[in-house]
């Protein structure tokens, strides 16, 4: 592009170049009317690709008038040269304050707040914005953010507009394009993909991935997982870290499902993070089951809960104790109940040898006694037969 410093377009005096994009340059210029310093973006019609995506932002911005949307305050042609007319922001951009060292959570919360502001306003609106970073960024004073160009931004509904960009051109910054990009057309998941890039970036100085070529941080965009915040900044809590990668999940059906998603969660991760004794109770699946969610438990309740349970406790204690040494006594019993059986099994048999030698004895001397009561009842029998046989033997005589 040509030095156009000195020069003027219309009754816009160009000063100095302020910065160069893909297709156009932007210039700090005098409106010779107002004698107010203004920001004059350039691109030159005779660059037809260019010259309509120039167009289509003129009047994307036309068409959003928003506090924290940078307006249009003039546009126009002249000569060869399409115009864009802006306010001037002094402070600068995002880029420039991150340069210096992150922001603490408290800051990049309020910056993500109105860019979130800005862009959801743009998707309800049918508008991505397709290429947000630091330097679209522009910050008024420390407490008030515009998002700027929207000269990648396309209407989701429009046919024929990616017929703008090249055949198998990606159109974008590498470090902000999600995964999908690749192979599918821009819609409002990329633009919170970024979104997620972008808070990455604030609250740790650096975006998650940078290859040596666009083409290889692109490859690193699909195919590697992101260095976990806290690791670059201890001081970023697990809530907050757990926002920033749900919006750079790779697969988009898996990220926020808008902007404004995007920025509650990051609030409530700021008020979990400033509270960090009270004890959450939550539910993963309580929506899908329709169970109501826990509420939280406060310090003072959880005390009284405690004190509770050590009245409850104390007693419990005690009949363990008492259940324990029954326990025990119990088994000491059994213990002896086993080792008397023995004792009593070892004297049986001894009385039992004394008792059988007695029984012996006793039938010794029954036989005994019967055998000379039989003897005797036998020599009475013989004595009584013999005398018989006599008597018998005189009658017949």
């Known amino acids: 592009m040509l030095d156009l410093e000195g020069t003027t377009l219309s009754h816009y005096h160009l000063q100095h170049s302020l910065g160069r994009g893909g297709m156009s340059e932007v210039y700090l210029a005098t409106d010779q009317r107002s004698q107010q310093e203004v920001a ?3 691109v030159n019609s005779g660059h037809m690709e260019y010259s309509e ?8 911005i036309s068409a959003l008038a928003h506090r924290h949307i940078l307006p249009a305050l003039d546009h126009g042609q002249h000569g060869s040269w399409h115009y864009l007319v802006m306010p001037y922001v002094k402070q600068g951009t995002l880029r420039e304050r991150l340069a210096k060292s992150p922001l603490t ?3 990049a919360g309020e910056v993500l707040e109105q860019v979130v502001d800005a862009l959801q306003f743009a998707h309800d609106h049918g508008i991505i914005h ?9 910050m008024q004073d420390e407490h008030h953010a515009y998002l700027a160009d929207f000269g990648l931004a396309k209407t989701l509904w429009a046919e024929g507009e990616n017929e703008i960009t090249q ?9 902000y394009m999600a995964p999908e990009l690749v192979e599918q057309p821009a819609n409002t998941s990329s633009d919170i993909y970024a979104l997620g890039i972008l808070l990455y970036e604030m609250l740790t100085g650096r975006t998650p991935f940078k290859g040596s070529t666009p083409i290889a941080t692109c490859w690193k965009q699909l195919r590697e997982q992101p260095t976990s915040p806290s690791i670059l900044n201890p001081a970023i809590p697990r809530p907050v870290e757990r926002v920033i990668l749900h919006a750079l999940e790779k697969d988009p059906r898996w990220r926020f499902p ?3 998603a995007l920025l509650q969660s990051y609030k409530r ?24 969610p826990l509420h939280a438990v406060t310090p003072q309740r ?3 809960i405690f004190n509770s349970r050590k009245l409850i406790a104390v007693p419990a204690i005690l009949l363990l104790l008492l259940s324990l040494s029954l326990s025990l006594g119990f088994y000491a019993a059994s213990i002896t109940a086993q080792k008397t059986p023995a004792a009593w099994s070892a004297s049986v048999p001894l009385l039992g040898e004394k008792d059988i030698q007695r029984k012996q004895q006793s039938s010794h001397c029954t036989e005994d006694a019967c055998g000379l009561e039989c003897q005797c009842t036998a020599s009475r029998g013989e004595r009584h037969t013999a005398q018989t046989t006599k008597l018998s033997r005189r009658k017949l005589i």
Do not use: H, M
């Not at 995506?53 to 994307?60: I, L, P, S």
């Not at 397709?130 to 522009?138: A, H, Y």
């Open 53 to 60: 995506r120039f167009q289509r932002e003129v009047k994307t």
């Open 269 to 292: 991760s700021l008020r979990a993070a400033e509270q960090p004794e009270t004890i959450l109770v939550s539910l993963a699946a309580s929506d899908q089951l329709d169970i109501p």
């Open 40 to 42: 004059i973006k350039l």
């Open 167 to 175: 055949t198998g051109y990606v159109i974008g910054t590498p470090e």
């Open 302 to 304: 959880a005390n009284g």
């Open 130 to 138: 397709r290429d947000i970073k630091p330097s679209n960024i522009l």
């Open 105 to 107: 959570l408290e800051e």
């Open 258 to 260: 808008s902007a404004r």
